[in-house]
């Protein structure tokens, strides 16, 4: 077990596992604001991926990504992606739209954007 300044890590986890979902997870059973935290932590992911080529200065990223994975601009690239009738537009499944709701009204007391 490894301690740092805040926390203990168990050191009987391997690489693999921290790099795998829990098989126990059921993403309709988490709590809205833990979705939303997932949520915004993968798109920031995805959203920052896309912004380190080519080579720029780390404070133009982040103001770049922060504009971009800020509350209100989600909202309306949800909206977008999911406009009916369009042929851009990206259908998911009820229980998708269940989980993407829960997530998406968690009303968590971070700050975003």
Same mark, same amino acid.
Do not use: H
């Given at each position: ?33 833990? @979705?939303?935290?997932?949520? $915004?932590?993968? /798109?920031? &992911?995805?959203? *920052? ?7 720029? #200065? ?23 992606? @999911?406009?009916?009738?369009? $042929?851009?537009? /990206?259908? &998911?499944?009820? *229980? ?7 997530? #998406? ?9």
């Amino acid at each position: 077990t490894a301690t740092t300044a805040t926390t203990t890590i168990p050191s009987s986890l391997l690489l693999s596992e921290y790099l795998s979902p829990d098989s126990k997870c059921e993403a309709d059973r988490m709590g809205a604001t833990s @979705l939303a935290y997932i949520g $915004d932590v993968v /798109f920031e &992911l995805f959203v *920052r991926s896309r912004y380190v080529w080519p080579a720029r #200065r780390t404070s133009d990223i982040q103001n770049r990504v922060v504009g971009i994975v800020r509350a209100e601009y989600q909202s309306y690239l949800l909206s977008q992606f @999911l406009k009916e009738g369009d $042929d851009e537009g /990206f259908s &998911l499944t009820p *229980r998708e739209l269940s989980i993407l709701k829960r997530g #998406r009204n968690s009303g968590g007391n971070t700050k975003r954007g």
